[in-house]
């Protein structure tokens, strides 16, 4: 769990936006159903028992490129891999 948290300290750093900014570290999906995929990925590991203890959804953060962005999760006690 310890390793879990301090994972969660490091990946809240990546910056999440425009991808012409040079400071961001993760920009928009290329398709909304690519985003919506990767939605439905962090809800179906919550269900199948996952913990989601970041993100899991799409940015509200304003912007040309917000339409697409997904925030960064991170799932942690994942079985059956």
Do not use: W, Y
């Not at 425009?18 to 398709?31: E, F, I």
């Amino acid at each position: 769990m310890l390793a879990s948290l301090f994972e969660v300290s490091e990946v809240k750093k990546f910056v999440i936006g425009d991808p012409l900014d040079r400071s961001t570290h993760h920009g928009p999906q290329n398709h909304r159903a690519h985003l919506e995929k990767l939605v439905e990925f962090c809800q179906k590991g919550v269900k199948e028992g996952a913990t989601l203890i970041l993100g899991g959804k799409q940015c509200d953060k304003p912007g040309k490129t917000a339409d697409n962005l997904v925030e960064r999760q991170r799932l942690i006690f994942v079985t059956g891999l």
